[in-house]
């Protein structure tokens, strides 16, 4: 079992910036791909990031690229997620997962065990 909390979210003005943290406890924590999705109000909850077990590779959805940066330090059993330059349409609930397979995988479906989220509001 992983549990997985997040932290970091809230209210931020049109080209903002946030940290969201993401704590594990459990099994290992460097043996899972740790992935941050986000899920708007009547919206499907949607991949935003993803990293590998080493943190070597990383992959970002379209609409986030160049502006958010994922990182884990294992030591700390933390992964982040850095949000820059941030827009109205970043307003959602984000959710950090763990993977244990270790792929970059993109799919909600893909992942075995997700925190209870946390909100980021942008306003315009």
């Known amino acids: 079992q992983v549990q997985l909390v997040e932290s970091g979210g809230g209210l931020v003005q049109t080209g903002g910036s946030l940290r969201l943290s993401c704590a594990a406890s459990?099994?290992?924590?460097?043996?899972?791909?740790m992935g941050w999705f986000r899920q708007a109000p009547g919206k499907e909850r949607e991949f935003v990031s993803v990293?590998?077990?080493?943190?070597?590779?990383?992959y970002y959805a379209d609409s986030v690229k160049g502006r958010f940066t994922i990182s884990r330090d294992n030591a700390k059993s933390t992964v982040y997620l850095q949000m820059n330059s941030l827009k109205p349409e970043d307003t959602a609930v984000y959710y950090c997962?763990?993977?244990?397979?270790?792929?970059?995988?993109?799919?909600?479906?893909?992942?075995?065990?997700w925190g209870q989220g946390t909100q980021v509001t942008v306003s315009s």
């Open positions: 990293i590998s077990r080493s943190g070597a590779n990383t």
């Open positions: 997962a763990a993977d244990s397979s270790g792929w970059l995988r993109r799919t909600v479906g893909a992942y075995d065990y």
């Open positions: 459990g099994r290992t924590f460097s043996s899972y791909g």
